[in-house]
Nanobody
Framework: QVQLVESGGGLVQPGGSLRLSCAAS????????MGWYRQAPGKQRELVAR???????NYADSVKGRFTISREHAKNTVNLQMNSLNPEDTAVYYC?????????????WGQGTQVTVSS
């Protein structure tokens, strides 16, 4: 019932910036939590940032102070502004929607967008 489409990935030099966007469609609730995960080669998928309905945010320690997550409820869109990028940020970034409804937890995922930080 939910589709997530990411955009904004690409190749950037160290120290540069990128802005990722995720557009959600289908049945979306205002209480859904949205966020970004990433997976680098040879590593497990990890949480990058997430934002809940009330505006509270969580960030991985490795991106605090560099990345900013924001949400546009009217557009069912979540964005990730990434600044001061370094090669360790290279990964496939996945949009996530987490839902708890009627006591059941579900996760929905986008197809991923590649972010490559290299000189």
């Amino acid at each position: 019932q939910v589709q997530l489409v990411e955009s904004g990935g690409g190749l950037v030099q160290p120290g540069g910036s990128l802005r990722l966007s995720c557009a959600a469609s289908g049945v979306i609730f205002s209480t859904d939590t949205m966020g970004w995960y990433r997976q680098a080669p040879g590593k497990q998928r990890e949480l990058v940032a997430r934002i809940i309905d009330g505006g509270s945010t969580n960030y991985a320690d490795s991106v605090k102070g560099r990345f900013t997550i924001s949400r546009e409820h009217a557009k069912n869109t979540v964005n990730l502004q990434m600044n001061s990028l370094n090669p360790e940020d290279t990964a496939v970034y996945y949009c996530n929607l987490a839902r708890t409804r009627y006591g059941v937890k579900n996760d929905y995922w986008g197809q991923g967008t590649q972010v490559t930080v290299s000189s």
